[in-house]
């Protein structure tokens, strides 16, 4: 389809082609969106280190949002700006219409992750400032950061990726998100929870040594059954090995207690 624009110099009988017009078009365009995405970046370095100061935000995360914005302000002018020459490329047309089409949901991809990472992350500053400071506390943030940076790496890749190529399963992706968030946050916990028994009770090492072995092995066995649950065949493999994993550590756990017991008795 013709750009009105185009149509009107058409019909106005311009000597100018149609096609330099369109061509015009297409610079002045990407020009302006370039123009417009320059301004936004100055006002953005203007307005966003104060509050990153007052929130606690690291410059690496607000520089990474303004190129976010900048980007996503040219790629819709590109988006636009392709509708212009679009009728003149011949057979090459449908390929620049799937393209300038999927442009805005690149775009969206990209705001998304730098906005929403930094929205995240003062929102975990801003509740633990509130709550307090302590160690469980930074650990439970830390978790919660780490669960919504998924949440959103989910949602945008879902946006401008599964969308598109329907050949690729997403609920294999999906079960990756899942799988390291609980690997992350239960090797976190474990670590904490032996980290402070081993502090009250330094006799006791030898054991939660062996007791974070067990539950590392646990954590993992878990988070590999929710990556590979989509395969039957894969996850009856793991059962097995999870009950090979459960009587061996039953057997080495005999003579530890044995050993602790007989430590405690002398």
Do not use: C
Not at 56 to 72: C, F, P, Q, W
Not at 115 to 142: C, F, H
Not at 190 to 217: F, R, T, W
């Amino acid at each position: 389809m013709i750009n009105p624009l185009i149509a009107y110099a058409l019909l106005a009988g311009d000597p100018i082609p149609a096609v330099v017009w369109a061509v015009i078009y297409f610079v002045v365009t990407v020009i302006v969106g370039y123009i417009i995405a320059l301004i936004a970046a100055v006002i953005l370095r203007r307005l966003l280190p104060g509050l990153a100061k007052q929130i606690g935000l690291s410059m690496d995360m607000v520089n990474t949002s303004i190129g976010g914005v900048e980007a996503t302000i040219m790629l819709i002018s590109i988006a636009i700006a392709l509708t212009y020459i679009t009728p003149y490329l011949g057979m090459a047309s449908t390929y620049v219409t799937m393209i300038a089409d999927y442009l805005p949901y690149l775009a969206g991809l990209i705001i998304l992750l730098t906005l929403g990472l930094l929205l995240v992350d003062a929102l975990t500053l801003y509740i633990q400032r509130r709550v307090g400071a302590e160690e469980y506390i930074s650990l439970v943030m830390n978790i919660l950061r780490f669960g919504l940076y998924a949440v959103l790496i989910t949602i945008a890749v879902t946006w401008a990726i599964f969308h598109w190529i329907t050949a690729i399963n997403p609920y294999l992706f999906y079960d990756i998100i899942i799988g390291s968030v609980v690997l992350y946050a239960g090797i976190s916990i474990v670590n904490k929870a032996v980290s402070d028994i081993s502090k009250a009770h330094p006799e006791m090492s030898g054991m939660l040594d062996y007791g974070k072995l067990v539950l590392y092995a646990v954590i993992i066995l878990v988070a590999i059954a929710i990556i590979v649950q989509p395969f039957p065949n894969v996850t009856q493999v793991l059962y097995a090995l999870a009950w090979g994993l459960a009587i061996a550590f039953a057997i080495v756990v005999a003579p530890l207690a044995y050993a602790m017991a007989k430590k405690a008795l002398t």
